[in-house]
């Protein structure tokens, strides 16, 4: 296993503990993503990190029919994307995943590139459904510093296409929130 798997199923179990305390009637909430309510975040997060995770991992497009899916409508979808992660995770155990490169419909990229973003994408969006729905979105410090780094490579990319604001400054604090920050996420946010 390289570290990246590692950091990856980290991120994994973290984001099944955030989505399985998502109750209902939060649905429909706000959170630090302005243009999301918590449904919508939640069908973004599990169609990237979970259904898109597992796609790159063997090369396949997403499903068209996952892309207009209310995964959050459905019973039992904490559970669903949980089982999802799992598999994705697993299917980027197999060391030809991390070989070559991956087509993102956009651009080719090698794939520990491209499995880094997911792992951003499923740290800083489980930081959104975390802090929406009154939880907390923990990362190790190996994580954070990975997050970071990654936030900072592609910050302005990510800009460039309205995923991420303005950087928020912070005087302090430790790799995971400076990465939130970066993304231009307030570490203090509240709904």
Not at 104 to 112: D, E, I, K, Q
Request: hydrophobic share 45%; aromatic share 8%; with cysteine.
């Amino acid at each position: 296993m390289n570290e990246l798997h590692t950091h990856m199923q980290e991120c994994a179990a973290e984001a099944a503990r955030i989505a399985r305390g998502v109750k209902a009637a939060q649905l429909d909430e706000v959170t630090p993503c302005a243009e999301f309510d918590v449904r919508t975040l939640v069908n973004h997060w599990v169609l990237y990190t979970a259904h898109g995770l597992e796609c790159r991992a063997r090369r396949r497009p997403i499903p068209e029919a996952l892309l207009e899916r209310d995964f959050a409508r459905e019973e039992g979808w904490a559970e669903a994307y949980a089982a999802q992660l799992d598999r994705a995770v697993a299917a980027w155990s197999d060391p030809a995943a991390w070989t070559g490169e991956i087509d993102l419909g956009f651009a080719m990229s090698p794939a520990p590139e491209v499995a880094q973003l997911i792992i951003k994408e499923m740290a800083v969006h489980g930081w959104d459904v975390a802090k929406a729905t009154g939880q907390e979105f923990r990362v190790s410090g190996a994580v954070g510093e990975l997050l970071l780094k990654v936030v900072d490579e592609h910050a302005e990319m990510y800009r460039e296409y309205d995923g991420f604001a303005d950087p928020v400054a912070l005087d302090s604090g430790d790799p995971f929130e400076r990465a939130l920050a970066l993304s231009g996420r307030d570490p203090r946010w509240t709904p």
